[in-house]
C-alpha cells in the first residue's frame, strides 16, 4: 500500500462489534475475564488497550518496522526516557551538539546522575561520530534535521559507523515525519517521535512513540513500556490516529508554505543567516535530497540585531504564534535561547541568542509572509 493508504487504514479497520468506520475510544481500564487468565488479548490498559494498538500498529506500518513494533507513550520526553531505561551505569551514549533542549536536558542531568555518560558532536561530521566512538558507547541518537540548527545526518553512514561499534542507534524522526524520512530503511535501529507535533498535527495532544525494527528490541520496549507504565491515554490515542489520517497531505502543504518562506527570509536585508535544507545554500542540500522526500516546515533563521532584534520579532507577528512545540496547523515562532533549548546555556549545546525558529503552519502563503516582512521592519 501507498504511504496516503495505509494513514488512513493501517491498525484502523472497522469495529467488529458495531462496523463503527473510525477507531472507537476504549475507555476502560481494566477487562472481563471468563476464568482467571483467560483474557482475550487484553488484560489491564497500561498493558494493552485496543485504541492505542491501533495507533501503535499505524506508527509501525508508516515507519516500515516490519516484524518489529511500536509502543505509543504519554509525551515525547515520555519516548526518550523508554530508551534510556536501555541503558545502565557506565554506558556511554552520543547526542547532537545541537539537539532538542529537553534530550539534552534528560540525558545530562536524568541518566547521568544514573551513572550514564554522555558527549555531545557535529554529526553533519560523520567522522566526528567515529572517532566519539569507544568500547562503553551503547548508543548513538541522532536527529536529521536536528533542533534547531536544521543540520543533517548521513543516516547510512552514521548507521554503518554505530554499528561497526555494537551501538544501537536512535533516531528523533520528529522534524521530519515517516512522509518524508524513514531511518529504519537506513538500517537504525529505533524510531523516536513526540507525536505531539507533526503526527498529532493540530496542537490538541501530547504523546510520543518508540519504533523498533527488530522483534527482540521490541519486545524489550514494550516489558519496559508496561514496567514503568508511560502511556498515553485511550483519547490522546485516538486524537493522534486522527492526525495521523491527513499527514501526507498536511505535509505537502507544510513544504510548499517553509520552501517560499525560506527564500524569502534569505533575500531579507535584516536577516543573516537562514537555516532550511531545502535551500541550495544549505551546506547539505544534497544529502537532505538523498534521504528525504521533501525538507520539512521547520526554518531557523539568525537576525541583524541580536538577542533584541530576536526577541522584537517574535513577539511582532500577529499571524504566526509566539509558542512553543510545532507541527501544527497554525504557524508558530519562538527564540531558542530563551524558550525550548533554555536547558543548554552555558553548555557546549548554547544555541545564538538572534536565532529565531518557526514552525510553518497552513496558512495562506501571502498572510504568512506578510506577517514577516511587517515583523522584520518593526
Not at 555531545?120 to 534535521?145: C, G, H, K, Q
Amino acid at each position: 500500500m501507498h504511504f496516503e493508504t495505509d494513514a488512513i487504514h493501517a491498525g484502523q479497520e472497522p469495529d467488529p462489534t458495531t462496523g463503527a468506520v473510525t477507531v472507537p475510544i476504549h475507555a476502560t481500564s481494566t477487562y472481563a475475564q471468563e476464568s482467571p487468565g483467560s483474557h482475550r488479548g487484553y488484560e489491564y490498559s497500561r498493558t494493552g488497550n485496543p485504541t492505542r494498538q491501533a495507533l501503535e500498529t499505524a506508527l509501525a506500518v508508516l515507519e516500515g518496522a516490519g516484524s518489529g513494533g511500536a509502543v505509543a507513550t504519554a509525551s515525547g520526553m515520555a519516548a526518550t526516557a523508554l530508551v534510556g531505561y536501555l541503558l545502565g551505569p557506565g554506558d556511554r551514549l552520543i547526542l547532537p551538539d545541537d539537539a532538542y533542549g529537553g534530550t539534552f536536558r534528560f540525558f545530562a542531568h536524568v541518566l547521568s546522575a544514573h551513572g550514564v555518560e554522555w558527549s555531545a558532536v557535529d554529526m553533519a561530521d560523520v567522522d566526528t561520530i567515529d572517532r566519539a566512538l569507544d568500547e562503553s558507547t551503547r548508543l548513538v541518537w541522532i536527529e536529521t534535521p536536528t533542533n534547531p540548527l536544521l543540520r543533517i545526518v548521513d543516516l547510512a553512514a552514521a548507521v554503518e559507523r554505530a554499528h561497526e561499534r555494537g551501538a544501537i542507534v536512535v533516531v528523533d524522526n520528529t522534524f521530519a515525519t515517516p512522509y518524508l524520512q524513514r531511518p529504519l530503511e537506513y538500517g537504525a535501529d529505533l524510531v523516536v517521535h513526540s507525536t505531539t507535533k507533526y503526527l498529532g498535527g493540530h496542537s490538541d495532544v501530547v504523546g510520543g512513540a518508540v519504533i523498533a525494527r527488530d522483534p527482540e528490541l521490541f519486545e524489550r520496549l514494550k516489558f519496559l513500556q508496561n514496567s514503568a507504565g508511560p502511556i498515553p491515554g485511550p483519547f490522546d490515542a485516538w486524537l493522534t490516529l486522527r492526525g495521523i489520517k491527513t499527514l501526507a497531505v498536511r505535509m505537502e502543504r507544510h513544504c510548499d508554505n517553509a520552501e517560499t518562506v525560506a527564500s524569502f527570509l534569505e533575500g531579507h536585508p535584516e536577516v543573516t543567516n537562514v537555516f532550511y535544507p531545502g535551500l541550495p545554500s544549505h551546506p547539505q542540500h544534497a544529502l537532505a535530497a538523498r534521504q528525504m522526500g521533501r525538507f520539512g516546515g521547520m526554518i531557523s533563521f539568525r537576525v541583524a540585531g541580536g538577542k533584541a532584534k530576536a526577541h522584537s520579532v517574535a513577539s511582532s507577528t500577529r499571524v504566526f504564534t509566539l509558542a512553543e512545540s510545532l507541527g501544527g496547523v497554525e504557524s508558530l515562532i519562538e527564540v531558542p535561547a530563551a524558550m525550548t533549548h533554555l536547558s543548554v546555556a552555558g553548555t557546549s549545546l548554547e544555541v545564538p541568542e538572534d536565532l529565531i525558529r518557526i514552525s510553518v503552519g497552513l496558512e495562506h502563503i501571502d498572510d504568512l509572509i506578510n506577517d514577516l516582512e511587517l515583523a522584520l521592519r518593526a
